[in-house]
């Protein structure tokens, strides 16, 4: 006689690598309408956000005071950049 729990971890092993195909999908309704939240994920507008934010404070900064005061600025932007660029 098996043990219960092993029973179990069986029975959603077994689940798990079940695969849905044929009649268990549905297609959605409208295959080109949006979600209601919007194309962005919220992680994503806050990054779209962030890098604007960075992008206008630094032309403020070049074009009142120049390159030296922009380009700690615009060093922070190029680090977001390449970072939304590698987890993107």
Known sequence: MENP??????????QARQVLAG???QPPHEP???????VLDPIA????L???TLAIISLGLFA???MGPA?????LL???????????
């Open 32 to 38: 080109f309408a949006f979600e209601r939240e919007g």
């Open 45 to 48: 507008r806050r990054y779209l």
């Open 78 to 88: 190029a680090l977001a950049l390449l970072g939304g660029w590698l987890v993107f």
């Open 23 to 25: 009649p268990d999908l």
């Open 64 to 66: 009142i005071w120049g």
């Open 5 to 14: 729990i092993d029973e179990e971890r069986a029975a959603r092993i077994r």
């Open 50 to 52: 962030v890098v604007g």
């Open 71 to 75: 380009s700690a600025v615009l060093f």
